[in-house]
Structures are given as structure tokens and as C-alpha cells.
């Protein structure tokens, strides 16, 4: 047990590791950026391995036939498009169906992975706490250097300093943060009160991105701890408390509601992410029952070769998604998935997240796992209103945790542990 124990933890700190340098690692050195998609694929070793221990069970109740059930017609639908329209080579049509499986695929290969009787989870905690520490501490004082010296990059939002430390962008530093921030929630039932300033200087780092995305992560973090963590009623706060809480939110909704007003009626059909998510809906339409296909509509393979879809909707001409300039071209989701699967293929895919999300809420007996869950879900809700969200490689670290989480929750359940 101590071996395994030892050698699990020794991986998820690789795969850690790897994820919070993932973007600058790609940039020394090519490969690197297809560590996302290889993830993906050790579920075939995995599966493998399980079955031969005769572990290999896929459905333990009714609910995963749905799952199973919901993915399958999604994943058909996009293909059967493809098929009807041939819009696009089969190589894009390959990556961006592989693209849209990778979510689920390190998902299942996390969960098979630390699904072992002889892990123990309370002794991987152990190795994993002092470590999480020192990482936090770190990226917090790279923030504040950056912040008094300019120490990475000059980026702005209006009069503001924009941090993103050696980050391509400021979402990458979100996600590191709520991806450090799920797993302090990991450790409540440990640590109790000791998460608070780790996870106050996450907040910071977040909230020094500018970005209104990280507003949404915040938001959702002091609430998951408030109502999830403490248990604590509204009703019950103190009056300062009800105050700051209702001021924040309040903050954080404006900001949101700020971006799309702006995105989705000041820009009009200047904005890229707009005209997307106008015309989803009417590609499904126009192509039903089986919706546009793989790698042509909203996503990242469509650009290259220059999908027709966008020229029938008069597309080509907005910045952003022009042949010569197709930057913003996944900067949506639901619209994505609707146009290239059809409104059966996204019937199917909303299937398979609810019985996911269940499968998530079947934690609340044991709090802090349910808690990092929720914070995790919640993140790639809001990601999915401005970017590729299950589809994006920043989903995979998220993927790769919830796989963990379920693996422990199968764990204590069957052990009869306390939450």
C-alpha cells in the first residue's frame, strides 16, 4: 500500500506540475503542446490494466447508460454532418472530434488511475499539503513583484495592471488558480480554518487578472465555502457579513452583466463571440437533423482550411473570424456544439453533463471532495460563456482532478470513511 501510495502521488505531482507550466513549456519546446490530448490517451492503458485485474466496470447503475447513451449521440451526430456535408478534411474532422472526446477521456483515465484499493488517500494528502503551500506562497510573490516592478508583462485593462506572470494570458492564471483553489477545499476537513489565507491569496492573484471571469470564480469560491464548507445559512450571518457578501456579489454580477451588454448588444455585429452564438442556432436549423459537422462551426480546426459555414452566414467579414484574422473563432461553446452536432447532438451532449453533474452532487456527504467538485463545475460554467470550455486544454487539469475526486469518493464509500 505505502509503494502505491507513494508512486500515485508521485504522478499527480508530474501532472501538476506539468499543467502549471504547460504554457510556458510549449514555448520551449513544441511538443509540449499536445500534452493535453496525450492524457487523454492513457485511458486505453488503463482500461486495459483494469480489465485484466477484472476492476473494469463501467456501468454501476442505470443513470451511466444515459451518460454513455448522451455522449454517443453527440459524438454521432458530428460525424454523421460530416458525412452528409463533407465541409472539411477528415484530418480536422478527426482532431476537433478527438478535441471534443478529450474532457471525458482523461476524466476516465484520472478515475482509473487512483481508483485502487491499496491508495490511501489521507496519506497522499500528507505528501501533498506542504507542497501545495510552497507552490501558492510562490506564484503569490511572483504577483506581488510583478505588481510593484513590472516584473513580467505590461498588460492593461484601462488605467489597471493586468497580471498574468509568464502566462500567455490571463485566463491561464485563473484556471492555475481555481485549479490550487479546489484542491485547498480538498483538505477542509483536515486543515479546517488553515485553507483561508492560501486561498485569500489565490483570490488576490485572481482578481489582479482584471478579467471578469475570475470575479465569477471568486464569487463562487467564498460561496462554496460559506454555504458548503461552514454550512452557513444567509439568514444567519452577521450583519457585516450579509453587507460584504451582498456588496461583492453585487460587484461581480455588474461586471458580468457589463460584459455582455458589451459583447452581446454594444459591438453588435462587430462582436465575434455575438455573431457566433446569433448564428448557431440557425446552422442547426438549416442543416438538421444533423447539424453542420466536425471542425466547422466555433471551433479552433475550423479556421484551417477556412470552414464555408461562415461565408454562408456572411461571417467572413467580422474581426476576428476572417480568414486572415480567425483569432476569436472559439470563443463560444453552447453555440458550438449546437451548430456542428444539431439540436439532437446537443440534446445528447446536455444528457450526458446532467447525469455528470449528479454524479458530482452525489458527493454532499462528504463536503470538502464536494466542495472542490462544485468549484471545478462551476469554473467551467462561467469559462463556457467566453471560450471553448470542455473542449479547451485548460479542462484537462479540471478533468483530471474530478477523475481523482469520484476515484476517492467510490473509495470512502466503499470503506465506510467520514466525510
Known amino acids: 500500500m505505502k509503494s502505491t501510495t507513494k508512486m500515485k502521488t508521485l504522478v499527480f505531482f508530474a501532472f501538476a506540475g506539468l499543467f502549471l507550466m504547460h504554457d510556458k513549456l510549449q514555448d520551449w519546446f ?36 444515459q451518460f454513455y447513451a448522451g455522449l454517443g449521440v453527440f459524438w454521432l451526430f458530428g460525424w454523421l454532418g460530416y458525412l452528409v456535408y463533407r465541409y472539411q478534411p477528415i484530418g480536422n ?42 507552490v501558492t506562497v510562490v506564484l503569490f510573490a511572483m504577483t506581488v513583484m510583478d505588481l510593484l516592478f513590472d516584473t513580467f508583462s505590461t498588460d492593461t485593462r484601462g488605467p489597471f495592471r493586468a497580471v498574468k506572470l509568464f502566462y500567455s494570458v490571463q485566463t491561464v492564471l485563473v484556471s492555475v488558480c481555481v485549479f490550487l483553489s479546489s484542491i485547498y477545499l ?25 478579467r471578469v471571469k475570475s470575479m465569477g470564480a471568486i464569487a463562487a469560491l467564498v460561496l462554496i465555502y460559506l454555504f458548503v464548507l461552514r454550512g452557513l445559512k444567509f439568514t444567519g450571518l452577521k450583519r457585516w457579513m450579509k453587507i460584504t457578501l451582498v456588496a461583492f ?75 486572415s484574422y480567425p483569432a476569436f473563432m472559439s470563443d463560444t461553446y453552447w453555440p458550438m456544439i449546437l451548430g456542428q452536432t444539431g439540436y439532437f447532438g446537443f440534446a445528447g451532449f446536455l444528457l450526458a453533463l446532467t447525469v455528470f453533474v449528479k454524479k458530482i452532487l452525489k458527493m454532499k456527504d462528504f463536503p470538502a471532495s464536494f466542495a472542490s467538485g462544485l468549484l471545478i463545475l462551476a469554473q467551467l460554467l462561467i469559462s463556457s460563456t467566453s471560450e471553448s470550455a470542455l473542449a479547451n486544454p485548460l479542462a484537462v487539469p479540471m478533468a483530471f482532478w474530478l477523475g481523482l475526486l469520484m476515484a476517492e469518493h467510490r473509495s470512502r464509500t466503499g470503506k465506510g470513511m467520514q466525510a
Open 249 to 323: 456579489l453585487g460587484v461581480a454580477a455588474a461586471a458580468i452583466g457589463y460584459q455582455i451588454v458589451n459583447y452581446y448588444v454594444l459591438m453588435g455585429v462587430e462582436s465575434a463571440r455575438a455573431m457566433l452564438t446569433l448564428a448557431g442556432p440557425f446552422v442547426a436549423w438549416d442543416h438538421f437533423p444533423f447539424g453542420s459537422g466536425w471542425a466547422t462551426f466555433g471551433s479552433a480546426f475550423s479556421a484551417e482550411p477556412y470552414s464555408p459555414v461562415y461565408g454562408m452566414y456572411r461571417m467572413a467579414g467580422i474581426w476576428g473570424l476572417s480568414p
Open 30 to 65: 513544441a511538443p509540449f503542446q499536445y500534452f493535453d490530448e496525450a492524457v487523454g490517451l492513457l485511458i486505453i492503458p488503463m482500461a486495459l490494466v483494469r480489465w485484466r485485474q477484472k476492476r473494469l466496470k463501467l456501468v454501476s447503475e442505470k443513470r451511466d447508460w
Open 186 to 210: 480538498w483538505f477542509y476537513r483536515e486543515k479546517k480554518e488553515q485553507i483561508l489565507l492560501p486561498l485569500g491569496m489565490l483570490s488576490m492573484m485572481m482578481f489582479c487578472t482584471l
Open 93 to 134: 474532422v478527426l482532431k476537433d472530434f478527438y478535441v471534443n472526446c478529450k474532457f471525458f477521456l482523461v476524466l476516465g483515465a484520472s478515475f482509473l488511475f487512483f481508483d485502487d484499493t491499496d491508495l490511501d488517500f489521507d496519506k497522499m494528502k500528507e505528501k501533498i499539503w506542504p507542497v501545495l503551500n510552497v
